[in-house]
């Protein structure tokens, strides 16, 4: 059962990505470009995003236990440090080169553009670099 409606929730989130235009990533690098074809489309879609996060985290914490788990597995760090920075300026810089972010990559792939497909190959190929990196004990103390 909890497999399913992980599948219904990517359903509804890719439909959501495809209806909202956010699989065209010309929509999103328009949104970055605040002197020439400004389209403030993706802060709309962002918008209702964190409406619909704020009602259902709100419906959420009400109960006692998630639905298939026996509790939430609430993240326990909360500090600001350089990785969490600098995987967010390395997000950031690569949604704004590609018009991708992974999330809206996945549903992209039934365009059949091989750019969606090379995107998620190399966002792929980062993250097992950067656990093969992680798991160098020369390194792992850094």
């Known amino acids: ?7 219904l929730t990517g359903l509804a989130f890719g439909t959501g990505i495809a209806l909202s235009g956010m699989m065209d990533p010309a929509k999103v690098l328009n949104f970055f470009d605040l002197a020439g074809t400004w389209d ?39 500090n600001i440090d350089a990785r969490l920075i600098g995987g967010s300026a390395l997000f950031g810089v690569g949604w704004g080169i590609a018009g991708f972010c992974p999330g809206a990559a996945i549903p992209a792939l039934g365009t059949g553009r091989w750019e969606v497909a090379l995107f998620l190959v190399s966002v792929t190929a980062g993250f097992y670099l950067r656990r093969l990196w992680r798991a160098d004990p020369a390194k792992a103390a850094s």
């Open 1 to 7: 059962m909890k497999h399913l409606f992980a599948l």
């Open 40 to 78: 403030p489309s993706l802060a709309f879609v962002m918008g209702g995003a964190l409406i619909v996060t704020f009602i259902g985290y709100r419906l959420v914490w009400r109960r006692a236990a998630p639905l298939f788990e026996a509790r939430f597995q609430i993240p326990s760090a909360s």
